[in-house]
C-alpha cells in the first residue's frame, strides 16, 4: 500500500492504493504511519516527498469503512495506529516534508497537506474537504492550521463550502508553493527536495524544529476539539442523511432533516 524509493538522502513514499484512489482504510493509515516513522528515525534520509499512484494524491478516509464504523461497529477492525497514530506521525515529524500532490486530493488528502513544509501541485490537482457534505466536522487540526496557512475567509470557505479547488485556487490561497506541469511534477519536487538534503540533517532539523515548535500545543488543542465536534456529529440524522444519500447516489437533503431534527444551536458550543 505504500512504496518506497530512495533518491540519495530523499525517501519518495508513494500511497498505492490506486483502484480506491489511494483513500485511506485502516491498513493504509497504518501503513503511512510506519513509513513516516521510519523515514524520521533513518539516518539515511534527509527529506520525504508524498505523492500518490494513479489520477489522485488521496481520496481521503475510505468513506464504506468510515461508514461501516458508525452503521456496523461490530465487524469494523480498528488498524494499531489509524488515522489518529497517521496525524500524530505528521505532528512530530521532525524532517523536511514535501508533497507531490498529483491529482484528486480529499479530506485527510487535502488536510495532511497542512503538515507539509512545502506543497507541490500539478495543474490537473483538485482540493476538495466534503465535511459539510457528510454532515461532520474538520479534521487532523485543520481548523487551526488552514487558517494559519490561508487566512481565515479562506479557510472558512475550503472547510465550509465542501467545493473543489483547483490548484491555482490553492497557489492564491497559500495551500500549494508551486504548481506544475503533471510530467514535471515529481522531476521538480525531487529536484528541490535534493536541494535541501544536500544541507546537513541537524540543521534542516533544528530549522523545521523552531518553526513549528510553537505550533503543536495549538494543534493538539484543534485536534481535541475536533475530536469532539465529530462525536457529536457522527451517527446524528444529518450525518445518517449523508451517507444514504452517498449509497443512494443523490444529493443529500439537510435542511429537511434539520427541520425534523432541530439542532440545539447550545449543545454545540461546549467543547
Known amino acids: 500500500m505504500i512504496r518506497s524509493e530512495d533518491h540519495g538522502r530523499v525517501r519518495v513514499l508513494t500511497l498505492d492504493r490506486p483502484d480506491a484512489l489511494n483513500a485511506f482504510n485502516e491498513a493504509l493509515y497504518d501503513a503511512a504511519t510506519e513509513a513516516l516513522s521510519d523515514a524520521a528515525q533513518s539516518p539515511d534520509v534527509a527529506v520525504v516527498v508524498l505523492t500518490g499512484a ?25 488498524g494499531v495506529h489509524g488515522f489518529p497514530g ?28 497542512g ?31 488552514f487558517p494559519l496557512l490561508l487566512g481565515r475567509q479562506h479557510a472558512t470557505w475550503l472547510l465550509m463550502s465542501s467545493e473543489w479547488f483547483s490548484a491555482d485556487d490553492c497557489l492564491r490561497m497559500g495551500l500549494a508553493w508551486r504548481v506544475v506541469a503533471p510530467d514535471q511534477l515529481l522531476p521538480e519536487t525531487l529536484a528541490v527536495a535534493q ?10 532539523v533544528e530549522t523545521k524544529r523552531t518553526i513549528v515548535a510553537a505550533h503543536r ?28 444519500a452517498l449509497a443512494e447516489r443523490r444529493p443529500p437533503d439537510f435542511a429537511a432533516v434539520d427541520a425534523a431534527h432541530p439542532v440545539d444551536v447550545e449543545r454545540h458550543r461546549v467543547d
Open 217 to 244: 500545543d495549538l494543534i493538539a488543542a484543534a485536534r481535541r476539539r475536533e475530536d469532539n465536534a465529530f462525536a457529536r456529529l457522527l451517527g446524528q440524522p444529518a450525518n445518517l442523511e449523508a451517507f444514504t
Open 54 to 78: 494513479g489520477r489522485a494524491f488521496s481520496a481521503g478516509t475510505d468513506v464504506v469503512e468510515m461508514a461501516s464504523r458508525t452503521t456496523d461497529p461490530e465487524n469494523f477492525t480498528a
Open 86 to 113: 497517521l496525524v500524530d506521525q505528521l505532528t512530530a515529524f521532525p524532517k523536511p516534508l514535501l508533497c507531490a500532490v498529483n491529482g484528486l486530493s480529499l479530506g485527510i488528502g487535502a488536510t495532511l497537506l
Open 115 to 145: 503538515y507539509a513544509d512545502l506543497v507541490f501541485m500539478s495543474t490537473e490537482a483538485r482540493v476538495r474537504c466534503p465535511f459539510t457534505d457528510l454532515a461532520v466536522a474538520p479534521e487532523a487540526a485543520s481548523s487551526y492550521l
Open 195 to 204: 536541494r535541501l538534503a544536500a544541507k546537513p540533517l541537524g540543521s534542516l
